[in-house]
């Protein structure tokens, strides 16, 4: 028998209805559950499914990231230092919030709350970190996955999540998963105090530094906007941030107001075209063209748009691409601007920075490095955008994670400015910016593997493409493989400067393959994708 399972079956720390819980699990659900290792870090902290087991999110593994969370504070920062924490709407996220306060208070860290511990923005609690000078925090937050994920994102002082390096040594404080039960805590409750409303009033105020053409907004009821916030922390927020910049923001009701089960929303991440479902049946009833969504714990923003008389989702990489060219083309710069972005996003924006004479700098995959690039240059060079592929933008430096509210402050500051010529986002990428700058076709393809234990099964993948012998793929030459090992991926680099890149998530059971591809014709990159999308499926056995 599974000798971490039995443990925990026979603990008096467990209540009844959690030893229930785990007889009911199967064999190979207990060793899954159960095993002699310890959770990791991934692209954007530890995120896992919630329930009982040395594998899964809990109050007893909770408590033990926390625990080392604080114990390499101290390490770093001493005693008596202050880590703000927030939380998103997920089931049970308030519950942890309080016992990661809690943890964190027996170890003698102060700890910042928000009023009556209530949920908050991922861009919200960055924000606070810096605005309160903490060393850090943390967010109970597993995004946009789905409703049975619960997560731990840490953060460091400058209000970005932390890296690898910092991650490897958190872990080395981790109780090793037979000792996780043994963990004590004596909570220190004057450590543990509750910030005013005054640091969310204050970012957003700040988050209108954000707009360039202020006056291009007009005041009046016309033209309506549609939001989903997916009945997450930005359902009270983010409506009326944006209605105080005079856009005609009009709430999705059935989803625009906080659920722990995400109740009216089965599909939470704008990434996913189905997730505005209910928008466009809404938008279409008030004749509107124009939709935005965020995700849960809205850090992520996408737009959907109605394009001659079709709906289409605007890309992650197509919104980085218009910030990239709206900002160049408008804002006045001292400095050299600079973008910052992935190694699997866009390699358009490169050909429009260089015409502005700026820098384009390429990170790892994940806001931590994105953030952290932003800390690292500070006032040396100028500020434009940050973005990757998979939808997401920082358009400011009042905070380091990714940030809803501002990228949809800009996005419609962007649509007002182009609705006066007739445009849309659309016509801005094939009237204005590929004729420029060249045609290009951006997709990233995403192969989910269900299975308990799906690293196995993903790294297979990749090991296979890392073999690949052969200097052509479809009708296109492979003019090298490479693996970009500050990117974490392999890259298969073509002709004209098109690439296609492979890459395993840090956080979820998924394969990624990224397409970046360059020509004279977009109907040819259509055909060209087409036929690289089958030749993959093929060999992927998809």
């Given at each position: 028998m599974n000798h971490i399972y039995k443990e925990w079956l026979n603990s008096s720390k467990l209540t009844l209805i959690e030893k229930k819980?785990?007889?009911?699990?199967?064999?190979?659900?207990?060793?899954?559950?159960?095993?002699?290792?310890?959770?990791?870090?991934?692209?954007a902290g530890v995120r896992g499914k919630m329930g009982m087991g040395t594998?899964?999110?809990?109050?007893?593994?909770?408590?033990?990231?926390?625990?080392?969370?604080?114990?390499?504070?101290?390490?770093?920062?001493?005693?008596?230092?202050?880590?703000?924490?927030?939380?998103?709407?997920?089931?049970?996220s308030d519950k942890f919030a309080i016992l990661c306060a809690e943890l964190l208070s027996s170890l003698g860290i102060k700890v910042l709350l928000f009023a009556n511990n209530q949920l908050m923005p991922t861009p919200i609690v960055s924000y606070a970190i810096r605005e309160t000078k903490s060393v850090g925090g943390l967010i109970i937050t597993a995004s946009h996955n789905p409703k049975e994920y619960n997560g731990f994102k840490a953060y460091a002082d400058d209000g970005g999540q932390i890296l690898p390096d910092a991650a490897n040594q958190i872990s080395t404080f981790l109780n090793k998963p037979k000792d996780i039960l043994k963990l004590e805590c004596k909570p220190n409750y004057k450590l543990i105090k509750y910030l005013s409303n005054s640091v969310i009033n204050n970012y957003l105020r700040s988050a209108r530094v954000v707009l360039i053409n202020k006056k291009e907004i007009k005041h009046g009821k016309y033209d309506p906007i549609m939001l989903t916030t997916h009945h997450g922390t930005a359902s009270k927020l983010l409506p009326q941030f944006l209605k105080s910049l005079n856009f005609n923001v009009k709430p999705i009701k059935s989803q625009t107001f906080f659920s722990p089960t995400f109740v009216n929303s089965p599909i939470s991440n704008p990434e996913d075209f189905n997730s505005f479902d209910q928008s466009i049946k809404e938008a279409d009833k008030l004749d509107s063209d124009f939709c935005i969504g965020v995700d849960p714990d809205a850090d992520r923003m996408a737009v959907c748009l109605k394009h001659q008389g079709q709906w289409r989702l605007i890309s992650g990489n197509e919104m980085g691409i218009i910030y990239t060219y709206y900002c160049l083309k408008n804002r006045h710069f001292t400095k050299t601007p600079y973008v910052i972005s992935s190694y699997v996003s866009t390699y358009l924006i490169d050909r429009i920075v260089k015409a502005y004479k700026g820098k384009v700098y390429r990170t790892g995959t994940g806001f931590k490095w994105m953030g952290a690039k932003v800390t690292e240059i500070g006032n040396r060079e100028s500020f434009v955008v940050a973005f990757e592929e998979a939808i997401g933008a920082l358009n400011t430096t009042i905070n380091r994670d990714k940030d809803s509210f501002t990228a949809?402050?800009?996005?419609?500051?962007?649509r007002e400015v182009y609705r006066k010529k007739g445009m849309d986002f659309v016509d801005i990428l094939e009237k204005e910016i590929y004729p420029k700058y060249g045609q290009w076709f951006g997709k990233t393809v995403s192969f989910t593997y269900d299975v308990l234990d799906w690293k196995p099964v993903v790294k297979s993948k990749m090991d296979l493409l890392k073999k690949y012998k052969h200097n052509t793929i479809g009708d296109l030459k492979i003019k090298k493989i490479l693996w970009n090992k500050i990117g974490d991926c392999l890259e298969w680099h073509l002709d004209n400067d098109s690439w296609i890149k492979f890459r395993l998530s840090g956080t979820e059971p998924k394969f990624k393959i990224y397409y970046n591809l360059f020509g004279d014709d977009m109907s040819i990159l259509l055909n060209q994708y087409n036929k690289l999308d089958l030749l993959f499926k093929q060999m992927l056995g998809v």
């Open positions: 819980a785990i007889k009911k699990l199967s064999i190979k659900e207990r060793d899954t559950y159960f095993p002699n290792e310890l959770l990791t870090f991934g692209t594998a899964r999110m809990n109050r007893f593994t909770y408590a033990n990231l926390a625990n080392a969370y604080g114990r390499y504070i101290i390490k770093q920062h001493g005693l008596n230092k202050t880590i703000v924490i927030g939380h998103d709407n997920r089931l049970n949809s402050a800009l996005a419609l500051e962007i």
